[in-house]
């Protein structure tokens, strides 16, 4: 009997160990590397951050990554010259991917909706309230560099799950590695709560939005500066934070929207914007929108509330030339998403004011872009914009 109870505590840390280091497969580098658990999580705290340490742009970082009690898993990339933006978010991706699919941690007890990829020498400020709502407080997650000196810019996206903003299954389907991307490119980022509550119904009130995504960016400004951030932002928005992006452009200067949220002192404008495939006005939809009949439910006919239908769009507010925009869609989107961005485009066009465009080519439909070079063009036009 004692030798079966020996038996089963050498299998117990046995598995307990093969769980605690390994091998994964590197998009990036071509070859396997080692990751290790160098910090166990405290009683009660759900959050794991994946770090990528041995980054060669990333030695003079300061090192220690996440919060007092998270867990922590490095993967350690031992300063190769691959293990850069635009290329580790290949790696980001297909970290998502293993995690959706069950390949990798299984013998941990993970929560998919509280799982962080960050840079050596990252920090994170979790659950930063940003408006309180009636059906639920509306938070934001902020990564940043530990050593910030004031000059680092931020990049907010409104995540496109409704329930749980950094939620596993909606990165890895969308294909979403743009903020933790864009830390590898040195920049900080913030995941804030979609401010449309869950259940989604495909509607995206911008009237009712307006005023709490502006809550987000006054918030990410001012607990941004706390952290040693820089006062400069962009957005970034795909599908149903697309619009939220783009309104957030729209709407500056415009004084029709009552100040609500956290730091009401602050600054609301953004300084740069990433727009991506989603819908940006409701005025012009093709005659065989399959949404005509859910709007129709929410807003009546168009031509009896035109005000009505043209508030929730946040294309409508614009009326006049505004900052610079960077556009990009998948070549696979359906048409519905390819009328909304020509409509944005023309728009932008008709107003003089300035956009990139580029299409991403890979034609694999309702997508966040990967490819390397037009990733590098994002990175590009942030560098230009953000100081």
């Not at 093969?18 to 071509?30: I, P, T």
Request: contains cysteine; negative net charge.
């Amino acid at each position: 009997m004692k030798s079966l109870a020996f038996a089963l505590i050498c299998l117990t840390i046995s598995c307990s160990s093969f769980a605690q280091s390994g091998e994964w497969y590197s998009n990036a580098l071509g070859h396997a590397i080692d990751w290790k658990v160098i910090q166990q999580p405290s009683e009660g705290e759900s959050i794991t951050i994946l770090k990528l340490g041995g980054l060669p742009e990333f030695q003079a970082k300061q090192d220690g990554v996440g919060l007092d009690g998270s867990r922590v898993i490095e993967f350690d990339y031992r300063d190769a010259p691959e293990a850069i933006f635009p290329y580790l978010s290949r790696d980001i991706q297909k970290l998502r991917n293993d995690l959706f699919r069950n390949e990798l941690f299984k013998e941990l007890d993970l929560d998919y909706a509280r799982i962080f990829i960050l840079p050596e020498g990252y920090g994170l400020k979790p659950d930063v309230l940003y408006f309180v709502n009636e059906q639920r407080p509306l938070l934001m997650d902020i990564a940043y560099p530990l050593d910030a000196d004031g000059s680092v810019p931020c990049v907010l996206e409104f995540s496109c799950d409704n329930t749980d903003r950094m939620g596993n299954f909606s990165l890895a389907v969308c294909r979403d590695t743009l903020l933790e991307g864009f830390a590898t490119a040195g920049y900080a980022f913030a995941m804030a709560d979609h401010p449309v509550p869950p259940p989604y119904k495909g509607l995206d009130p911008m009237v009712d939005c307006i005023p709490k995504i502006k809550a987000a960016t006054r918030t990410l400004r001012g607990a941004g500066r706390e952290l040693g951030l820089s006062d400069d932002i962009a957005v970034a928005g795909f599908s149903r934070g697309s619009g939220m992006a783009l309104a957030l452009v729209t709407t500056e200067g415009n004084g029709s929207f009552e100040v609500k949220g956290e730091y009401p002192e602050e600054d609301d404008t953004v300084q740069a914007a990433i727009v991506l495939s989603g819908r940006f006005t409701y005025l012009n939809l093709l005659k065989n929108d399959k949404m005509w009949p859910r709007y129709l439910k929410a807003w009546g006919e168009s031509d009896e509330n035109p005000v009505l239908w043209k508030e929730q769009g946040a294309l409508d507010y614009l009326e006049g030339a505004t900052k610079p925009l960077f556009l990009s869609i998948n070549s696979g989107e359906g048409p519905d998403a390819q009328h909304q961005m020509s409509l944005l485009r023309q728009r932008l066009t008709l107003w003089g004011s300035p956009y990139r465009y580029a299409t991403d080519s890979d034609g694999l439909g309702h997508k966040v872009p990967l490819d390397p070079v037009l990733l590098e063009s994002m990175r590009d036009y942030l560098r230009d914009n953000l100081n």
